[in-house]
């Protein structure tokens, strides 16, 4: 079945009651003797083209309706009624909004790498009229255009650019399709790329790229903060260069620090011991922490 034509039997629930209908009051005036098997079976033939003249359409739908061949027009939605035999019924057009996936494969792009883009477009029939007598099989024209335009739109960018624009791609697919579409009584509502593969090998090759990348800004910002510290600590030595006691204060507070910590090894320069007299000052800090660790 094709999926832009609903073919549907020429009874339907109305119909089939209508048919019941006649055909047991047809029964019962036979069984009656008020007919004869002539009559009951010219009354029988009545009964189902009368009844077959009885249609439904759903809300969402419109009947394309032909008589003898040519377009009469459009029925429905609901009950409606056509002549038997000489109206026919070619179609039920779905109105809502429909949605096709399509993709195109190995497409090569503007600088000529191949791609897989798999894609969907969202679309209705506005004008029934127009689908059922301008294109034959306007569902799988849609489809179609549709590759088609895929493939010219990614011929016209680079990879980078279908990579980070896909927003603004699928906006310009749109409006050609709309163009295309637009003559058949249907219009293309928006277009979503699903999803652009490329090569495994070109993939490792971008991953590597975008590593080497991150270590070069990792590396800049590590130099950066190294140029911050060592002006940090040439602003330091001008205020410690002409005052000694700050010096040997600041000297005398690391080492504290650095004996707060148990199992800790420092290693002090002899001339760091006699110019700030930190010997007598490390042996206190030792005693304080052995009499500590006793109690």
Known sequence: MNPNEIKRSDLNLVAITILLVFVMFG???????F???????GWFIFSILFSSAFKIANQWEKAVVLRMGKFIGLKGPGLFLIIPIIDRIVSYTDQRIRTTYFKAEETLTRDTVPVNVDAVVYWTVWDVEKSALEVQDYFNAVVYIAQAGLRATIGKHDLADLLQNREKISADLQLTLDEHTNPWGITCQSVGIKDIVIPAALSNAMSKQAQAERERQARVILGTAETEISEKFAKASENYINNPVALQLRGMNMLFEG????????????????SMNLGAVGGLAGLAASAAEKN
């Open 35 to 41: 007919i004869n098997e002539g009559v009951m079976i």
């Open 259 to 274: 004996l707060k910590e148990k199992g800790s090894l420092i290693i002090v320069p002899s001339s760091a011991l006699e």
């Open 27 to 33: 029964v019962l005036l036979f069984e009656t003797k």
